[in-house]
């Protein structure tokens, strides 16, 4: 068989599984192909097939498999662990392949370890209606899968708390105080950098809200919102560590301007002036403060229920 009769077979096999697909009530999400596209760069696997469908059998028996690209000339088909829905940018036009996203039980991104998602944003693209709660990330530490939380939640209602700017230090209990404006049931916090910045020694750089030391690892965050009795609010997950309250938030840098915290185990109930303070965790822990230094303004909202 020559290389032009067997490219016109694949296609028209590929038509009628298309038209089959098309046709099939009640299957499901199923998708019919879409010939003449592919998504490019997700590939992890690619298996020789005399029909597509083989691949998409091949697909559903790999909790990784998200869609496929079939490669008419080559009787192929490329797995890839994406939708073109998770990757808009990446789904392309290609003559000679035709993209299916996987038809039944396709594994929700980020819901399990082999699949970990590279963003929160990215999961919410690739599921649609996507619950709020813990997920494995390719991105947090290098070359390994890491549980942490997405906030799905798009109707958040965020209320700027302070009047003036919230200041805190890094040494000598220069805490910043804010109190509450309005009474309610608050979710979690999120701090707005307004200006300034604070150290941990004097050799690493400053940041907004860190501790700029390797020796930290990916856990550099060390802003802590605490009662006014000065213990911490659970809006991170904290160091072991006696001495610190060194911690991590997915997609939150020491030197981004929104320190968006985790959301409370439980949401709290505060009342009009209830105190609140922001401070350096050395600061708080009096623990290694006297090599810190600086100071970072902020602006302080709540999310209420
Ligand atoms: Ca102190
Ligand atoms: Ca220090």
């Not at 829905?85 to 996203?101: G, H, K, L, M, T």
């Not at 209990?173 to 701090?191: P, Q």
């Not at 939150?252 to 320190?259: K, Q």
């Amino acid at each position: 068989m020559t290389a032009r009769i067997v490219f016109r077979i694949s296609v028209l096999v590929l038509l009628l599984y298309s038209a089959v697909t098309q046709k099939c009530p009640g299957g499901g999400p199923s998708e019919r192909s879409i010939l003449g596209w592919m998504l490019q760069g997700h590939v992890y696997d690619t298996l020789l097939a005399e029909r597509p469908f083989t691949c998409v059998l091949k697909c559903r028996e790999d909790n990784r498999c998200q869609s496929l690209n079939w490669v008419i000339s080559l009787l192929t088909c490329e797995l890839n662990n994406r939708t073109k829905e998770a990757r808009p940018e990446d789904f392309i036009p290609n003559p000679d392949r035709s993209y299916y996203r996987r038809d039944l039980e396709q594994v929700p991104l980020g819901s399990i370890q082999e699949l970990p998602a590279e963003s929160c944003d990215e999961i919410r693209r690739s599921e649609g209606h996507a619950v709020s709660g813990k997920y494995w990330f390719s991105t947090i530490k290098s070359g390994t899968s890491v549980l942490a939380y997405c906030n799905m939640d798009t109707t958040e209602k965020w209320k700027k708390i302070n009047t003036g700017p919230v200041c805190f230090g890094a040494r000598n209990d220069s805490y910043g105080a804010f109190n509450i404006r309005e009474s309610g049931v608050i979710h979690t916090f999120k701090l707005v950098h307004l200006s300034g910045s604070i150290r941990c020694n004097h050799v690493n750089p400053p940041s907004y809200w860190g501790c700029d030391n390797p020796s930290h690892g990916d856990m550099r965050l060390i802003t802590v919102i605490t009662f006014k009795n000065r213990s911490a609010l659970l809006l991170a997950e904290y160091s072991r560590e006696d001495c610190h309250y060194f911690y991590k938030i997915e997609g939150v840098g020491i030197n981004d301007s929104e320190l968006r915290f985790n959301n409370l185990p439980s949401a709290i109930s505060v009342s009009l002036g209830d105190e609140f303070q922001i401070w350096y965790g050395q600061d708080l822990k009096d623990c290694s403060e006297y090599n810190n230094s600086g100071q970072t303004c902020a602006d302080v909202y709540a999310w209420y229920a």
